[in-house]
Nanobody, 119 residues
Framework: QVQLVESGGGSVRAGESLRLSCAAAGPPLNDYQLGWYRRRPGKERELVARANIRGESIILLDAVKGRFTVSRDNAKNALYLEMNNLNLDDTAEYYC????????????WGRGTQVTVSS
């Protein structure tokens, strides 16, 4: 069973940057597409971006294109989300997991990491 631990969140001002990390304990993740999700206040969880098996960053939300980049380090069983030029709408709890657009093939969720953006 994969256990996921997200970190790197915090409180920042609009326009600033953060880098989120996801550490996975358990079997190697090399063969899985990995994703970053977020749940904004009062909203459903959404899949923000995914890293395919080759490590390519694929951004799925138009709202973050050009600002977010996802990367992975298979040697460390880790996933990262680089977030630049943050805005108020990026305030959310961020989670990593398998990239599953229909939310039907997932590992147990970690606790997430909170990102709060203020003006």
């Amino acid at each position: 069973q994969v256990q996921l631990v997200e970190s790197g969140g915090g409180s920042v001002r609009a326009g600033e940057s953060l880098r989120l990390s996801c550490a996975a304990a358990g079997p190697p993740l090399n063969d899985y597409q990995l994703g970053w999700y977020r749940r904004r206040p009062g909203k459903e969880r959404e899949l923000v971006a995914r890293a395919n098996i080759r490590g390519e960053s694929i951004i799925l939300l138009d709202a973050v294109k050009g600002r977010f980049t996802v990367s992975r380090d298979n040697a460390k069983n880790a996933l990262y989300l680089e977030m630049n030029n943050l805005n108020l709408d990026d305030t959310a709890e961020y989670y990593c997991n398998r990239a599953s657009p229909f939310f039907d093939i997932l590992w147990p969720w970690g606790r997430g990491t909170q990102v709060t953006v203020s003006s």
